[in-house]
């Protein structure tokens, strides 16, 4: 980590975790890009972002791992002598993608394990310096999967919604020590969450969905058809909501994700006639052998 003398920096101390690729890495780079911020990025493996702007000050930190998260918040508000104003639970993973019933339990772990938990233990680490300075902004990074569930994702889809709920808990929980809360429901994004997603797709070879694995195979890479935002509009976008002086509790941003927000409030039946059209879901059933799994 580079070394900054702090007793006469007025920069407001940004960090983001999970900024390996993908989302992070635009946040960190978009809040280095303007005066004001002091930006520090995070990642399991320091090598994967040693390649960031020199500006950014670099730290590794695993969420899933609480030694290794208290080691890099002392590390961090040694040198910013405790402050810490905005912190992004960026950090998350999607192991489990296929029909439920197929999915390894242990991938779903897997995903839930920096998805939620590691964003919890972050949180706790974290938010007693902005509480003793009556002053800081939590965001967690949703997703519009967390509003509108979509088959053959439903444990990420959990995942996000479980951070969604925590998220608003949590803001009324820490709204009397002046510390703000907001989540971030991204839509379809450019980045490489569907990539993880696709190589560990769960798909046994007795699986009832044998006739549909193009239909799962579609779903795996879903958020990355047919030009997603880029992820750094995202970040500008993020960077704009969260600095205000009274940020909105949810930023619900990028392509499609207006019609998830959209299906979250429709009937039940009307939702689930939508997408269910979307992924074709009337050919799931239709020729399965009866023999499968007997």
Not at 161 to 187: I, M
Not at 272 to 294: A, E
Request: proline share 5%; with cysteine.
């Amino acid at each position: 980590m580079t070394s900054i003398s702090t007793f006469n920096d007025t920069r407001q101390v940004v960090l983001i975790t999970g900024c390996s690729s993908g989302l992070g890495r635009a946040m960190a780079v978009e809040f280095d890009s303007l005066p004001g911020y002091r930006v520090f990025a995070t990642a399991r493996n320091l090598d994967s972002i040693r390649d960031l702007p020199s500006g950014i000050e670099r730290v590794q930190l695993d969420v899933t791992d609480r030694d290794s998260i208290d080691r890099a918040i002392a590390n961090i508000t040694n040198e910013t002598r405790g402050r810490i104003d905005i912190l992004i639970n960026n950090a998350g993973t999607n192991t489990a993608v296929g029909p439920l019933i197929d999915v390894d339990v242990d991938r779903v772990r897997k995903t839930f394990e920096p998805n939620f938990f590691g964003l919890i233990m972050v949180t706790q680490a974290v938010s007693p310096y902005m509480i003793r300075r009556r002053s800081g902004v939590i965001v967690n990074i949703g997703s519009t999967a967390g509003l509108t569930a979509l088959p053959f994702g439903a444990t990420y889809s959990a995942s996000k919604a479980a951070v969604h709920a925590l998220s608003d808990a949590l803001r009324l929980e820490l709204r009397g020590f002046g510390v703000k809360v907001v989540v971030v429901a991204p839509g379809a994004i450019k980045s490489s969450i569907a990539d993880a997603g696709s190589k560990d797709l769960d798909f046994p070879a007795d699986s009832f969905y044998g006739d549909v694995k193009d239909l799962i195979e579609y779903r795996a890479n879903f958020s990355q058809l047919g030009s997603p935002t880029p992820s750094a509009v995202f970040a500008r976008n993020v960077r704009r909501a969260v600095t205000r002086p009274n940020p909105s509790a949810y930023l619900v941003t990028g392509k499609r994700s207006f019609t998830a927000l959209l299906a979250y409030y429709l009937p039940v039946w009307i939702k689930d006639l939508l997408v269910g059209r979307m992924f074709s879901i009337w050919r799931i059933g239709r020729s399965t052998p009866k023999d499968k799994r007997v």
